[in-house]
């Protein structure tokens, strides 16, 4: 079982809610970036809250029908960070 300390320290927790900022340095590659988190989010019928704009992605996540962070929010902000890793993008501290 996956717990909140199984996500990386660049994802914060605040009111019931995981949230990470990624440097994509331009558009193109951030627009590539959430399409990846899209294809992962369906998968998982998981779907974050995703901002996208020239120079960086900021993704929230959150169990709405529970209103809490839960597992799936944690396995999804691994994915995503593995998604980051493969398109060699940094996360805002």
Not at 25 to 35: D, I, M, R, W
Not at 90 to 93: D, E, G, R, Y
């Given at each position: 079982?996956?717990?909140?300390f199984d996500v990386s320290p660049h994802w914060?927790?605040?009111?019931?809610?995981?949230t990470a900022h990624f440097n994509t340095?331009?558009?193109?590659?951030?627009?590539?970036?959430?399409?990846l988190i899209g294809a992962s989010a369906e998968e998982a019928n998981h779907h974050p809250d995703i901002?996208?704009?020239y120079g960086f992605v900021e993704i929230?996540?959150?169990?709405?029908?529970?209103?809490?962070?839960?597992d799936r929010?944690?396995?999804l902000a691994n994915i995503i960070d593995a998604h980051a890793k493969a398109l060699e993008i940094?996360?805002?501290?």
């Open positions: 079982m996956n717990s909140l914060s927790s605040e009111n019931a809610k995981l340095e331009n558009f193109a590659t951030g627009l590539k970036f959430v399409n901002l996208l704009t929230t996540l959150t169990s709405h029908d529970v209103g809490e962070i839960t929010d944690v396995s940094s996360a805002k501290a």
